[in-house]
Each structure stands twice: as C-alpha cells, then as structure tokens.
C-alpha cells in the first residue's frame, strides 16, 4: 500500500495545496479573530509556538515567538495536506473539497480535544472561527491539490516513455 501512495500521489502538487490552504487558514484567523473573538491576532500565532516553546509563547509578545508560531502552522498544514491528499487523491475536484473539508473537521477534532490532553491550554482557543477554519482549509487543501493533481503526469509519461 505504502508502494502504491508514493507512485500515485501528486507530490509536487501537496506543498502547493499546503501553503496556499495553510495561508488562507491563518488569514482567517488573524483577521476575524480580532473582529469576531475581540483578541489580539498573534495569541493566534504564540498558541501555535507554544506547540514547541511552552506556555512562556503564551504570555510574551516576541518576533521570535511569532516566527516560530508561522514556521509551526505551516508544518502542521503540510502535514495535514500530505493526508487529505492520500485519501483524496485522484477522486476528484468535488471530493477533494467535500472530503477535504470532513478532513479539516476531524483535523479540528483531533487538534483541540486530543491536542488539550498534551496541551491543556489548548482549550482557551475554542471558537465558531476554529472549527469554520479547519472546515475550509481542508476543503483548499483538497481542492488545489485535486486542481494540481495533473502536475506530476507529464513527469510520470516522460518517464515511461523511456521504459
């Protein structure tokens, strides 16, 4: 099976559809969390370095700290898309959006309430906007992966021609 995933994924197509959800997450976040949870927008950053920096990202307002909550998120959305396009993966725009966004919920799920048991503060971040967020990075990360899914074919043809 592992076989199968590494020669029939896209895999120049996944840190696209990444970056580009992971962007559109994290501009959801820090643009209506001041608008809608009334907090300042990089609590948003500092919970995502507190994943590796501890509690003390929570209370300090450092650069260092925000960097590290970016450099973290996106990790994260990599990961998270490196999955929705393995079971996604030549299924579909449709699905691709449908099946990416019931991703992004149980991504959602397992971030806050399995997240809190390592990271207990997690829970403070609990919001309408979090789960609406995943919900929707999901549904990108699916559908410009499922977009880009031909990326690698030319590739693949190229290569086969030769054999």
């Not at 927008?41 to 909550?69: C, E, H, K, Q």
């Not at 970016?70 to 990790?75: A, D, P």
């Amino acid at each position: 099976m592992l076989q199968a995933i590494q020669q029939n994924v896209a895999w120049r197509a996944i840190p696209f559809a990444g970056l580009i959800a992971g962007t559109v997450f994290l501009i959801m976040m820090l643009v209506l969390s001041p608008l809608l949870l009334q907090i300042n927008p990089s609590i948003i950053l500092r919970y995502f370095a507190s994943l590796v920096m501890g509690t003390s990202a929570l209370v300090t307002d450092n650069t260092s700290f925000l960097l590290v909550g970016v450099l973290v998120h996106y990790g994260l959305s990599l990961i998270f898309t490196l999955i929705i396009a393995i079971v996604v993966h030549k299924w579909g725009l449709g699905v691709g959006i449908v099946g990416g966004a019931i991703l992004g919920l149980s991504f959602y799920g397992i971030n806050l309430y399995a997240g809190t048991l390592i990271f207990d503060w997690f829970f403070a971040i609990d919001s309408p906007l979090l789960v609406i967020s995943h919900i929707v990075f999901g549904a990108v990360a699916g559908g410009v992966y499922e977009t880009l899914d031909h990326y690698d074919e030319p590739l693949l043809k190229g290569a086969n021609d030769e054999l």
